[in-house]
């Protein structure tokens, strides 16, 4: 059984862990540096990735998530996440600073401007619904990331090695194939 991480700080935490737990993953709360210790992987839930920095630094998670990702450890951003693991930001400061992609917050715009797609995704499957709510997107990948899937030419989800950032919300839907992806591509 795989021993998943979610990062519990703030965000759509209780989502991931409903369907974690759905793939017979252990799914573990972290909202501390002892909540780190043996995890196959972790999952950057979305939120609001101002307040989760905020969160980060509070309570010393910053650090000892940024040392798991540079130690090869699986990670899954999906929205705010992707936003903490990007490199580079544009207009804004990167956060944990590990998967070589540049990201735009809210390029999808506000609130109200929220929807529901269906994505054909050649590694992940058909059909899979996302769900886009002030979304960011990847503006320029680096040398080696793969690009899994765009949306209106911009890129959405993307892999770098053992990082995988997702734009959308895979865990507001009933559909698993993106975090199962997730979870089989973890050694």
């Known amino acids: 059984m795989k021993r998943i991480g ?3 700080l703030q965000g759509a935490v209780r989502e991931h862990i409903q369907m ?3 793939l017979g993953c252990e799914a573990i709360q972290v ?3 002892k909540d780190l210790e043996n995890l196959d992987g972790l999952v950057l839930p979305g939120g609001e990735s101002t307040t989760m920095r905020k969160l980060l630094d509070r309570f010393d998670l910053l650090e000892p998530i940024r040392g798991l990702a540079q130690q090869g450890l ?3 951003g999906t929205c705010a996440g992707l936003i903490l693991l990007a490199k580079d930001l544009i207009e804004d400061e990167p956060h944990l600073a590990v998967m070589d992609v540049t990201v735009a917050r809210n390029s999808y715009g506000r609130q109200v401007n929220s929807f529901e797609v269906q994505l054909d995704i050649p590694k992940v499957g058909v059909g899979i619904p996302a ?3 002030r979304a960011p997107h990847i503006e320029a990948v680096g040398k080696d990331v793969e690009i899994l899937a ?3 030419g911009k890129i959405i989800l993307a892999q770098d090695g053992h990082l995988l950032g997702c734009s959308f919300h895979p865990e507001l839907t009933e559909d698993t194939r993106i975090i199962e992806y997730f979870v089989s591509s973890m050694v």
């Open 150 to 152: 765009q949306h209106e």
């Open 131 to 133: 769900v886009f709510i």
């Open 74 to 76: 699986p990670m899954l």
């Open 31 to 33: 909202k501390q540096r």
């Open 20 to 22: 974690l737990e759905a």
């Open 6 to 8: 979610v990062l519990a």
